[in-house]
């Protein structure tokens, strides 16, 4: 499967993540933050959401969304910091770094608070 383009804006961030997880367009009621979308805001709204139902996750799922977080860390920028911060920095709070470690590049497990 060709790699996806890097989304370029908050907006097309979140409709990779529904691309990757159908189960989040069904689950997301919209931003629980006010003004604006950010890479921020979407990735605080879907890491709970992504810690609570690893385990539901095929590994095709698994596999494309770590290399989509590989990707944004390679490529640096803004999305790379949102991953960083709100879903790479919280890996062990909601219990994903063993299950999703696997799936990333070696740079972004290098991010990760094993």
Same mark, same amino acid.
């Given at each position: 499967m060709p790699d +996806?383009? +890097?989304p370029r804006s908050p907006e097309q961030l979140?409709?990779?993540l529904f691309r990757v997880f159908p189960q989040y367009r069904? !689950?997301?009621s919209g931003s629980i933050h006010d003004g604006p979308a950010s890479f921020h805001s979407v990735l605080i709204d879907f890491t709970p959401f992504f810690g609570k139902l690893l385990v539901s996750f095929s590994e095709d799922q698994? #596999?494309?969304f770590g !290399?989509?977080?590989s990707r944004a860390v390679d490529a640096g920028g803004p999305l790379e910091? !949102?991953?960083g911060t709100c879903?790479?920095?919280h890996l062990g709070q909601i219990r994903a770094g063993k299950l999703f470690r696997p799936y990333l590049s070696k740079v972004a497990?290098? #991010?990760t608070r094993a």
């Open positions: +996806m383009p +890097m979140l409709e990779e069904t !689950a997301y698994l #596999k494309r !290399a989509l977080v910091n !949102a991953f879903l790479l920095e497990r290098e #991010k």
